[in-house]
């Protein structure tokens, strides 16, 4: 059983790995190296990673070639964790703004 889990942790961390680079690559190519390094730093210091899923969708479909279908299936585990973060941060910031009032 702890030899599936530790494939599974290890699948997590290369599907991360290609979508990082997938996504540097995508802003790379759309809006300079500059903005690329930025994305980067924004992922990894402040947790901010819908610029980095939407360079991986960018990254699969224009650079690589791929279907947006296939793109979409590339960046969509990086939506699974970005969407939930930008929702408890929207209803963190109505429950904050009622206390107040």
Same mark, same amino acid.
């Given at each position: &059983?702890?030899? $599936?889990? !530790?494939?599974? *942790? @290890?699948?997590?961390?290369? =599907?991360?790995?290609?979508?990082?680079?997938?996504?540097?690559?995508?802003?790379?190519?759309?809006?300079?190296?500059?903005?690329?390094?930025?994305?980067?730093?924004?992922?990894?210091?402040?947790?901010? &990673?819908?610029? $980095?899923? !939407?360079?991986? *969708? @960018?990254?699969?479909?224009? =650079?690589?070639?791929?279907?947006?279908?296939?793109?979409?299936?590339?960046?969509?585990?990086?939506?699974?964790?970005?969407?939930?973060?930008?929702?408890?941060?929207?209803?963190?910031?109505?429950?904050?703004?009622?206390?107040?009032?």
């Amino acid at each position: &059983m702890a030899a $599936l889990g !530790i494939l599974g *942790f @290890l699948v997590f961390v290369a =599907v991360a790995f290609i979508q990082t680079v997938v996504g540097y690559i995508g802003i790379e190519h759309h809006f300079g190296t500059f903005v690329a390094i930025v994305v980067i730093i924004l992922a990894f210091v402040f947790r901010l &990673m819908l610029p $980095l899923t !939407i360079g991986t *969708f @960018l990254g699969a479909m224009n =650079v690589w070639g791929w279907p947006w279908y296939g793109a979409l299936a590339l960046a969509s585990p990086g939506l699974l964790f970005a969407i939930p973060t930008l929702i408890t941060a929207v209803i963190a910031t109505v429950f904050e703004n009622n206390k107040k009032n």
